[in-house]
């Protein structure tokens, strides 16, 4: 069973551009979790979704920034016109239903030119 | 979910015991201590946990005293490897998923 897969590992980014980051969560699992790093802090939470469905967004910033995870295919995190403060680990968690274990993946590093 | 309390950092010798601290002096009852670590660069990896009964696995055990506003993770013979960021969680175990709650944790250097 392979673990969290995130893609790519590391992006780069000029002002303005969007970024997408990918997440497969573990065969299975149906809740996904994204969280940022910023360099030399801890992860803070951003948002979680189940299949279609945004449960927890509170920690998402209210422009820019979007979500999804579809009924098919990988969940996608969204960042529009980004900002050098972007720059951060971005790191996708999942857990199968009936639990609240997590599982993390290796990572996107953005970088924002 | 509870706050907890953890030293910035601490060292600890190749092959000793690296034992970690940890307060949460709010817990709630029905809430667990989840340890996770994250080596550099690399998604946090889970440790162990515990509710109330000192718990061990493969790699760590977790005593929790009796209070539960503490608990400490062991590491039994620190390995070079071991050098990462030890988080100390608690949360409420339930169905369903929920966001974790990540402090600043313990940055342990391993030295030989």
């Known amino acids: 069973n392979a673990g969290v897969m995130q893609n790519p590992r590391h992006l780069v980014r000029r002002r303005g551009q969007e970024a997408r980051l990918r997440c497969s969560p573990m065969k299975g699992h149906s809740h996904v979790y994204w969280y940022r790093q910023l360099p030399e802090e801890g992860l803070k939470f951003m948002v979680y979704l189940q299949k279609e469905n945004i449960i927890d967004e509170s920690g998402m910033p209210k422009e820019r920034f979007s979500a999804e995870f579809p009924k098919e295919g990988p969940s996608i995190l969204r960042i529009q016109q980004v900002v050098r403060g972007d720059s951060a680990a971005y790191f996708c968690a999942s857990s199968p239903s009936g639990s609240n274990e997590q599982f993390f993946g290796p990572g996107t590093r953005l970088t924002v030119l | 979910d509870a706050k907890t309390t953890q030293p910035t950092s601490m060292d600890c010798a190749e092959g000793r015991a690296a034992n970690l601290p940890c307060n949460h002096s709010t817990i709630s009852g029905n809430e667990y201590v989840y340890w996770y670590r994250q080596i550099h660069s690399q998604g946090p990896q889970y440790i162990i946990h515990g509710l109330k009964n000192n718990e061990t696995n493969e790699m760590a055990s977790l005593i929790i005293t009796e209070d539960r506003k503490s608990s400490t993770l062991i590491l039994p013979h620190a390995t070079l490897r071991d050098t990462a960021v030890y988080y100390c969680?608690?949360?409420?175990?339930?169905?369903?998923?929920?966001?974790?709650?990540f402090g600043a944790g313990t940055r342990l250097f391993v030295k030989a």
């Open positions: 969680i608690v949360r409420v175990l339930g169905t369903g998923g929920f966001k974790t709650i």
